[in-house]
């Protein structure tokens, strides 16, 4: 682990790359080498900001403008892009290092995409392990890019200490903004946009949101005046320094109250339970028990078995 441990905690873009390449192979042994490197890694202290939105509400262009401003400010940025993966080739553009081009060629900045691979939740499989690899080649702040699919996107919120999420003017309405799922977990809502012709609307638009969220239950890890809506436009450039100081504020008052290090021990442990159910799902990809499913599934649609008697049989021969 010394050859590729020793280089990333160094700061080596080649070696954060290749570290992210190791983690994310599905073969077991390239899966142990991993588990290796994340158990030797010191501690991060990076701060993790997910952000989502619709597709075509401008996050790339967001994510390089808000990275360039913030690097100009002397902070290390890492993107961590998910891309989303066709169903029927599996295959993925891998198009955002393209999009944020200026970014993309910026000393301070480092920009990985990564397939979706048909993942629920907008992220990829071993996103949160690439948080640990970025924060360990000394990143100080880590953007988790989701794929961008609505309102199921969540998932993000279990590995970012905040999710932003971006929208569009004329997203909808206050009945719009108080919709359960993505809009509940969302820390800071920005309305993208606010410039030109759009500018008034995407000021109503803020309101409407705004108005919304004050409809929400009040959530113990927020201060007053949080989860708030805000107008910004990556084309223009503004709004973003005063996004980027209600970001701050909000992480300072979490991590005087203890909100931070709370949210942070409870995703660890979500993790873990969710490593624990991976694994037990990948007992069922082995050539014998893929060969008993298949036979159990015969039984069940010839009808010699019920689905339940079906799936304890399964159950039980996995015990042994």
Not at 74 to 99: F, Q, Y
Not at 104 to 118: E, M, T, V
Not at 161 to 175: K, M
Not at 242 to 270: I, K, P, S
Request: aromatic content about 4%.
């Amino acid at each position: 682990m010394d050859e590729l441990l020793t280089p990333l905690t160094q700061g080596s873009r080649r070696a954060l790359s290749r570290a992210i390449t190791l983690i994310e192979s599905t073969r077991a042994d390239h899966r142990e080498r991993a588990v290796a490197l994340l158990a030797s890694l010191p501690d991060g202290h990076a701060l993790r900001i997910g952000m989502s939105g619709t597709p075509g509400v401008g996050k790339s262009t967001f994510i390089e403008t808000f990275g360039t401003m913030l690097t100009e400010q002397g902070l290390k940025v890492a993107v961590l892009a998910v891309d989303p993966s066709s169903t029927r080739s599996g295959g993925s553009i891998l198009g955002d290092k393209t999009r944020m081009e200026t970014l993309s060629r910026n000393p301070k900045a480092f920009i990985r995409p990564s397939p979706s691979r048909a993942e629920l939740g907008g992220v990829a499989r071993r996103t949160r392990e690439a948080i640990r690899l970025c924060e360990a080649a000394g990143f100080d702040l880590i953007l988790i890019e989701t794929v961008g699919v609505g309102q199921s996107e969540t998932l993000v919120a279990e590995m970012a200490d905040l999710f932003v999420l971006l929208l569009a003017p004329a997203g909808g309405d206050e009945l719009q903004g108080v919709k359960r799922g993505i809009m509940e977990m969302a820390d800071i809502i920005l309305v993208n946009k606010a410039d030109g012709d759009l500018l008034p609307t995407a000021r109503r638009t803020v309101a409407d949101y705004a108005g919304a969220l004050r409809l929400l239950r009040k959530r113990p890890q927020d201060p007053d005046g949080f989860p708030k809506a805000l107008p910004v436009s990556a084309v223009a450039g503004t709004g973003l320094q005063e996004a980027w100081d209600d970001m701050q504020a909000l992480t300072a008052w979490r991590r005087e109250y203890g909100h931070f290090e709370a949210t942070r021990a409870r995703q660890a442990q979500h993790w873990f339970l969710a490593e624990v159910r991976t694994g037990l799902l990948a007992r069922l990809e082995t050539p014998e028990a893929r060969d008993r499913l298949e036979q159990l599934g015969r039984d069940v649609a010839a009808g010699d078995t019920v689905p339940g008697a079906a799936a304890k049989q399964m159950l039980d021969w996995l015990k042994t």
